[in-house]
């Protein structure tokens, strides 16, 4: 068996690339190149960069925020305190690629769209429950509305040592669909 390798137009740096360079490199491990091969010549090596990137974007296992609003409704004028079940970052993950001792970690931030118009960006908070949670929201309206929290990872890696930051964030997302907002009014009875 040999390998025949040819080339395509295309982004070199984009993750199909990427994988076929360590698809690549495996092959040639294993296997000569065929004599009718229009490439003869072993393709550069990827950088280490370029190898966290790959699992960065294919091998890391990210939650999906699961956002609840106790008691399952708001009422106008009054806070509305989410919490995010989830895990806003990632213990270090390990990989051993192409001779590539890798380590993987990230962080991430939230992006609350509430539904009403209004959004709160850039929170590093899972939030929490009434009275001493600390992301909440006052609706002005009745109504039911889409909360969405987009969930932006920023990752991190150390390559045999050498540490850097990958440039391609990932974001995973989760709602609450339908979410009630009621309005109470005071009645007096003479």
Same mark, same amino acid.
């Given at each position: 068996?040999?390998?025949?390798?040819?080339?395509?137009?295309?982004?070199?740096?984009?993750?199909?690339?990427?994988?076929?360079?360590?698809?690549?490199?495996?092959?040639?491990?294993?296997?000569?190149?065929?004599?009718?091969?229009?490439?003869?010549?072993?393709?550069?090596?990827?950088?280490?960069?370029?190898?966290?990137?790959?699992?960065?974007?294919?091998?890391?296992?990210?939650?999906?925020?699961?956002?609840?609003?106790?008691?399952?409704?708001? $009422?106008?004028?009054? +806070?509305?305190?989410?919490?995010?079940?989830?895990?806003?970052?990632?213990?270090?993950?390990?990989?051993?690629?192409?001779?590539?001792?890798?380590?993987?970690?990230?962080?991430?931030?939230?992006?609350?769209?509430?539904?009403?118009?209004?959004?709160?960006?850039?929170?590093?908070?899972?939030?929490?429950?009434?009275?001493?949670?600390? $992301?909440?929201?006052?609706?002005?309206?009745?109504?039911?509305?889409? $909360? +969405?929290?987009?969930?932006?990872?920023?990752?991190?890696?150390?390559?045999?040592?050498?540490?850097?930051?990958?440039?391609?964030?990932?974001?995973?997302?989760?709602?609450?669909?339908?979410?009630?907002?009621?309005?109470?009014?005071?009645?007096?009875? +003479?």
């Amino acid at each position: 068996m040999c390998l025949y390798l040819t080339t395509t137009c295309g982004d070199p740096n984009s993750p199909a690339a990427l994988n076929a360079e360590m698809q690549t490199f495996i092959l040639l491990r294993q296997h000569p190149f065929c004599p009718n091969s229009p490439t003869r010549t072993a393709p550069q090596a990827a950088s280490p960069a370029q190898i966290a990137l790959l699992i960065w974007q294919t091998q890391i296992p990210l939650p999906h925020p699961a956002p609840y609003i106790a008691p399952g409704y708001a $009422v106008t004028g009054k +806070r509305a305190y989410l919490e995010i079940h989830d895990n806003p970052s990632l213990p270090p993950q390990h990989f051993n690629q192409l001779g590539y001792d890798i380590t993987v970690d990230a962080a991430s931030t939230y992006d609350i769209i509430w539904g009403d118009g209004t959004q709160s960006t850039g929170i590093t908070s899972a939030g929490g429950p009434y009275p001493n949670g600390n $992301v909440s929201h006052v609706y002005d309206n009745t109504g039911n509305y889409t $909360v +969405r929290i987009v969930q932006t990872w920023h990752g991190r890696y150390t390559v045999n040592g050498l540490t850097g930051t990958i440039d391609s964030p990932l974001t995973t997302e989760g709602t609450i669909q339908g979410f009630p907002v009621h309005q109470i009014e005071a009645v007096t009875n +003479r």
